[in-house]
């Protein structure tokens, strides 16, 4: 599935209060709309395997610690404006790898959930297959792969055909 996010969807998530669980900027960047929409969606697991992908000093990943076992696939390198510096925070396990590398370390079949929040706009098109099938290996049969995906389309007065060629070259791999 494919979907982008309204504001009026957005709004009701802020409203529901769930940020208040979640370490964000107390403003509503994109960033914070971003982690909105991951924490509403999985908010309520419970007892499941849970990577981010690319979460380099997570907001999220903290309380989905709580209940749940959660590990951080990062190289921290730097990658789209992304840390060099490892955040050791407790309950969260760091993997030094980017998805698409086929690491040992990442079992296949061992994760009930995977996520992104603004990874694979950076990922060059050429591994987008790799960061797939990397993720479908490791994904439990019913387990769900979720990205967020940062995209600026222009008003309808400018072209758009190469944002939009690019939002479509990636969600032709997520159906």
């Known amino acids: ?39 509403n969606l999985i908010m309520d697991s419970k007892g499941l395997v849970i990577g981010e992908i690319g979460g380099g000093n997570s907001r999220v990943l903290p309380a989905l610690a709580k209940t749940n076992t959660c590990l951080n696939i ?8 992304g840390p060099t510096e490892v955040d050791t925070q407790s309950k969260i396990k760091n993997v030094f790898c980017d998805l698409g590398d086929f690491s040992e370390e990442l079992e296949e079949n061992s994760f009930d959930i995977l996520f992104s929040i603004s990874v694979v706009e950076h990922i060059p098109s050429k591994n987008l297959k790799a960061l797939f099938d990397d993720s479908i290996r490791i994904l439990k049969p019913g387990g769900k ?17 190469n944002e939009a060629g690019r939002i479509f070259e990636i969600a032709s791999f997520m159906n």
């Open 74 to 81: 990062d190289k921290f390198e730097g990658s789209g404006n």
């Open 145 to 161: 792969l979720i990205h967020i995906i940062d995209t600026a389309l222009k008003d309808s007065s400018c072209d758009n055909s």
């Open 1 to 39: 599935m494919f979907k982008f996010i309204t504001k009026h969807e957005f709004w009701n998530i802020v409203d529901s209060g769930c940020l208040n669980n979640i370490s964000h900027y107390p403003d509503h960047r994109l960033k914070t709309v971003e982690d909105a929409v991951i924490w």
